[in-house]
């Protein structure tokens, strides 16, 4: 199956892009100045409702072919390549159980977590039925065990049916642990997961 940057419309969008950055058999490149190729694309991101990387792909493949652009831009163009990688990919994640009180609380959360990068987690309450269950309020304490540490509780959104989530960066590597605290029917239910974060 074809990556979503080579697909159209994305496409056409694309070589479009491509054509207004660096001037086409109709206009001169004089005749809209040095920042008219940026407005191009700007018009294009404003209408458009495009990936960063179909940008990212036609904004290179001008730099690529034209030596006026392409020296002052080789910084621009490598943050740019690890900006598409957290645009054009999904970060793998893994789901945790843990049962309390009669009910499941699973945790989806990055497979293999880094620091200072930003993530979302999701919690889900279930009952022995297997039935979604609704709370109050749902929370989720980032905490070092080993160390201490600023309180860091983020409120959940609710995403669903028993479906909370939240999104977050940790601000370390080493070992953390991740509490879930749910209110439901006037009681606290508290789950925690432990797991490692890698540096940066």
Sequence with gaps: MPHACHSEPFASLRVNAARNLSGSHKTSRSAWGDNAGWSQVIDVIGTE??????????????????????????????????????????????VEERAVDGLTIALERPAQPVALRNYAFTATITNAADQPVEADLVYFDFTMPQMEMGVHQPIADRLGPGKYG????????????????????????????DHPVLPP
């Design 166 to 193: 939240v999104r977050t960066i940790y601000s370390m590597e080493g070992d953390w642990r991740i509490t879930i605290v749910a209110t439901i029917e006037g009681r606290d239910v508290r789950v925690w997961f």
């Design 49 to 94: 409702p495009l990936r960063l990387c179909v940008i990212i792909e036609g904004i290179g493949s001008v730099f690529k072919h034209s030596v006026r652009w392409r020296a002052p831009f080789h910084i621009i163009l490598l943050v740019v390549a690890g900006i598409s990688i957290g645009a054009c990919g999904a970060t793998p994640t893994i």
